[in-house]
DNA sequence: CAGTAATCGAGACGGTACGTCGTGTCTTATA
DNA sequence: TATAAGACACGACGTACCGTCTCGATTACTG
């Protein structure tokens, strides 16, 4: 615990330059936005961020992880404060999921990633790390502030809620590519929380 | 008078192959499984099939319409019939989904359908119509059935309920690549059904 | 000698319909001058005759068969009586030559047909027999005509003559692309005539 | 201040590879005598020069222009020193013309590239500088001399002797596609100089 | 005057080459 | 050693023509 954990920092030559990292991220970000993903071209978001091929290519393999990173920079925002209830808590954590959802750099990328990881286990991992496991955290933590309040107990399968919240507005919004309003939300919310709600009453899922 | 109005009739040249449509859908579903989606490629598909590329193009002006109209056939195959209650209704059509979304065609090509549709209305279409609509009907006929049973009642949102099936098999399944076992099924069976339930007592969604 | 030599005349079924050759030879010529030899299309061609492809490709097997008989018809035009003496006849035959080699369809064709025949030793035939023949018959007539006068003697080579005279306006027009003048042709036919001349005294060439 | 007035030197990136270009020059030459014009791809130039297509297309637009640099370094060499006369020159000139045409490179390209550049202006010319020139140069050349030697005198028009000698050499190797022995060379170069000789007398042509 | 057979327009077909685009690697000179 | 610039090998793209084929519909001779 010295700080800079890796920190090898070998020093010969001409270091990298750390403007170019934030600008090459940047620019894919924004050509996401204006092109999407198929039209994205390596040689596009080099000449945006004002850098050659070359310095892109020494940082990423490729199109996909170079997304992944870029997409990491706003999926690691994520954040869900303790609202004092499970209601509450779940309201902001959709809340924070459909902002981002909505967003085109996320309409552009996501499907697209996880489609790009379906064949390349190396892939998945980092989609998984990056992408996946920050929305998988708000879910995760609301739980267990829900249990140690007492709102719910028992044995539970928090993958399990994970799955209906963020799959439940992925396909409403990305696969369907549907708007989502404030009385959907209330609906799916309500059933949401009926759900678990019952399962209390059972004795756990 | 029997509904076919278009009656196209078109006797005008030589017509069109119908084996040539039959071969060019399977062979497409056969490298969707064996390459995935990003190694697929209109010439492989078309040699596959014993066709000339031309003949491809003729049909489908790219690779996206042409996957989905291959898919189309898999999805049209979908079917529930009356199980005696929602709750066998309900597994049934999640099995059916499961087994579906566990095909490597699928794997390979729903969520890059998906993502290629983002910028796409007229493929959105195509999707929406061929591939969502199909699974979206299980739903609304077992709803219905529900209803006519007594089962559930009110003013209720079937695409919501859609969603949150669909999505979160397409979540667990796709977007996060893993498997589902009977466990797994019976829990968000007894969720959702737990969820839909309590709508009953509370006077519809 | 019983007149119609070939003869076959296999009359079964529905004759050939005589306009479509015409209108296929006349659109050939006029898309050779329009468009020029690499893009002229079989299928413009049919379709400017207002005949289907089938059509034309049951009468010429390809392009080149196609264009020979096209420019045969201009190339049997080529006649010159007898003006008088050897100096006139050559003026007259330099002059169709000439005005044939200026024509669009020509400037299109010929070149690349004798390009085309190079390898292809019934396309050669084809060439010579309908452009190149009707050419050398125009020195031919001329050189007998001379020789029956008295201009010339003795042991001659037509095919020299023949070249010199095409050759060198070939060379001017087509390869060059240059025009002639009255003066170049004057100052042609006066070193020419100057050349064959000097052939009598010294007997023959 | 030689005259190397350009120096481009343009140092910035990868120099292109020299090797590139020498290889698919001479690629370009032995598929032209193996294939003739018409059967010549640029895939099969690239391949054999075992350099990409890209690599190809960003030295020429296409396959006439390959092919007139190809051909260019061939008709570079056409060189003839004083023979002593104009005879002697005339018959060397000749015969560097003949060897030349009789290439099957030239053959298969020649007529070809002549018939190209009737509609494209630019190819013309670089057909013009890159072909015709350099043969031109003999005559030209050869005809300065013979004034100098004081065998001819007056005005003249190098440009109708030089058609006369390669029109009359094309028309018999290429278009009529026959052979030239020493019998048709000796009495054309005679019919030739007996013409230029009777301009002598008369004054100039 | 019905039968028959080759023609016709239309257009789909298998095939080949085209010229372009994007990828990821490389080779320069410069920093 | 990193960088900007850009050439490079590779492979897929979508298009254009080619020459063949399969249709239904004509159009003449033939029996």
């Known amino acids: 615990m010295d700080g800079t954990a890796a920190a090898p920092a070998r020093t010969r030559g001409r270091p990298r330059s750390a403007r170019a990292d934030t600008a090459i991220l940047a620019a894919t970000r924004a050509l996401l936005a204006e092109r999407g993903w198929a039209d994205l071209t390596i040689a596009e978001v080099a ?24 997409m990491a920079e706003l ?3 994520l954040e869900v404060a303790d609202r004092g209830s499970m209601l509450h808590d779940a309201l902001a954590a959709v809340g924070q999921y459909v902002d ?24 998945r991992a980092k989609v998984r790390s990056q992408v996946i496991d920050p929305q998988r955290r708000l879910v995760y933590e609301a739980w267990e502030r ?58 756990g899922i």
Chains 1, 2, 3, 4 share one sequence.
């Open 47 to 70: 000449a945006r961020a004002g850098v050659a091929k070359t310095t892109l290519y020494r940082r990423w393999p490729g199109k996909a992880d170079l997304v992944v990173d870029a």
């Open 75 to 77: 999926f690691s925002r």
């Open 146 to 203: 829900a249990c140690a309040r007492g709102e719910v107990e028992g044995e539970t399968d928090v993958d399990l809620i994970f799955d209906m919240i963020c799959g439940t507005l992925v396909h409403r919004i990305l696969i369907k590519g549907e708007p989502v309003d404030e009385a959907y939300l209330t609906r799916f919310v309500s059933v949401l929380l009926a759900g678990l709600a019952q399962l209390r009453m059972s004795g």
């Open 100 to 123: 981002l959802l909505q967003l085109p750099e996320t309409q552009a990328a996501l499907l697209a990633l996880a489609a790009e990881a379906d064949r390349d286990p190396s892939l």
